[in-house]
């Protein structure tokens, strides 16, 4: 399988921006699975959740690379939505910049089948689901194509004016 999206952020240069157009993934995450049974995460207990993927954010953005997470979502959002909204502060905390826009906002707007990232506007990697939300077999996929790869910033630039920022979006 090929690399996780961190390893392409630890060499961005300009920009990473990645959008998501689920309303759930690995709905057997363990995470996920003890957020349903009630546990949150305390912020103000950085060390408790600060991981590998937050280093490479607050790496990323330190060298003055432009990190942004655009999330797609039906309303009102399922449980794992719910789920990824409480846990947010880690992103933001990390440096990454969020936004989301409701589905129904999104219903003129011509979108790329998969969720993906854009290095650079250079580089696109797709990830390939499941129908139960888990990372295909090889679900990673590196295209390097220019035309491929203008399309993709276009369309994340064009939900990204649209979407609403995280600090200001407020589930039902």
Request: aromatic share 12%; with cysteine.
């Amino acid at each position: 399988m090929q690399p996780p999206a961190r390893s392409a952020l630890a060499q961005a240069q300009r920009s990473a921006a990645h959008l998501e157009l689920r309303d759930s993934y690995m709905l057997d995450d363990p995470e996920f699975i003890a957020w349903q049974e009630g546990h949150r995460l305390d912020p103000s207990d950085r060390a408790s959740w600060w991981g590998g993927w937050h280093d490479v954010v607050s790496q990323a953005t330190a060298r003055g690379v432009a990190v942004r997470r655009v999330r797609v979502v039906s309303e009102p959002v399922s449980d794992y939505i719910r789920f990824e909204y409480d846990v947010t502060f880690t992103n933001v905390a990390a440096g990454e910049q969020v936004r989301w826009l409701p589905r129904r906002q999104a219903k003129d707007l011509l979108l790329p089948g998969t969720d993906l990232w854009v290095f650079d506007e250079e580089m696109v990697l797709f990830h390939h689901f499941t129908g139960d939300g888990q990372l295909a077999e090889n679900g990673r996929e590196y295209v390097t194509d220019p035309a491929l790869a203008k399309q993709c910033t276009d369309a994340f630039e064009t939900v990204w004016r649209r979407a609403i920022p995280h600090d200001e979006y407020r589930l039902d």
